[in-house]
Antibody
Framework: EVQLVESGGGLVQPGRSLRLSCAAS????????MHWVRQAPGKGLEWVSG????????GYADSVKGRFTISRDNAKNSLYLQMNSLRAEDTALYYC????????????????WGQGTLVTVSS | QSALTQPASVSGSPGQSITISCTGT?????????VSWYQQHPGKAPKLMIY???NRPSGVPDRFSGSKSGNTASLTISGLQAEDEADYYC????????????FGGGTKLTVL
């Protein structure tokens, strides 16, 4: 059974940093791209960042570029998101999501999601 | 403002069919067959229901179907059931440099 368990969220002041983690199990972690998707309270979904299986390809949403850094440790089956210079608008539930592979490569969808970790940026 | 446009709400009675639309541009929905649909119940994580426009993951009932015409994708749910009441989000690959995918604003489905 695929499991994704996020941790590291909490209350943080504007301008401070936070590091999220996602522990994966139930699949061959280093075969798949992984992503962070966030959801502000009462709002919709927003893709934040993604990383390929070997960390060779990384992408960020414009809203977090230059402030957030995604990484992974395949030996530990873990995904990370280092968030610096946090802003009030970064307040959200952050989901770890597994990239789905289809014949021929990525199908740009997310087939498994964790339960999320809440990040609240407030003074 | 979300990149993809969805109606804020739709409703239907048990047993009926409903369709949720998702409108984008030729840079996303219209240009690629990488449209996905997610179901999200309150307080739960999203669940993939449709990928590559019309494919269902294993375990998703065949009451759920997807299609696309031009820049608009659609999710149809036939034989509505009470447990279908949830928020539904579409997403699409985008050829913009970032982001990787764009989401719609979400549609609240109410089963009357």
């Amino acid at each position: 059974e695929v499991q994704l368990v996020e941790s590291g969220g909490g209350l943080v002041q504007p301008g401070r940093s936070l590091r999220l983690s996602c522990a994966a199990s139930g699949f061959t972690f280093d075969d798949y791209a992984m992503h962070w998707v966030r959801q502000a309270p009462g709002k919709g979904l927003e893709w934040v960042s993604g990383i390929s299986w070997n960390s060779g390809s990384i992408g960020y949403a414009d809203s977090v570029k230059g402030r957030f850094t995604i990484s992974r440790d395949n030996a530990k089956n873990s995904l990370y998101l280092q968030m610096n210079s946090l802003r009030a608008e970064d307040t959200a539930l952050y989901y770890c999501a597994k990239g789905q592979d289809c014949s021929g490569g990525s199908c740009y969808s997310f087939d498994y999601w964790g339960q999320g970790t809440l990040v609240t940026v407030s003074s | 403002q979300s990149a993809l446009t969805q109606p804020a709400s739709v409703s239907g009675s048990p047993g009926q069919s409903i369709t949720i639309s998702c409108t984008g541009t030729s840079s996303d929905v219209g240009g690629y067959n990488y449209v996905s649909w997610y179901q999200q119940h309150p307080g739960k994580a999203p669940k993939l229901m449709i990928y590559e426009v019309s494919n269902r993951p294993s375990g998703v009932p065949d009451r759920f179907s997807g299609s696309k015409s031009g820049n608009t994708a659609s999710l149809t749910i036939s034989g509505l059931q009470a447990e279908d009441e949830a928020d539904y989000y579409c997403s699409s690959y985008t050829s913009s440099s970032t982001p990787y995918v764009v989401f719609g604003g979400g549609t609240k489905l109410t089963v009357l």
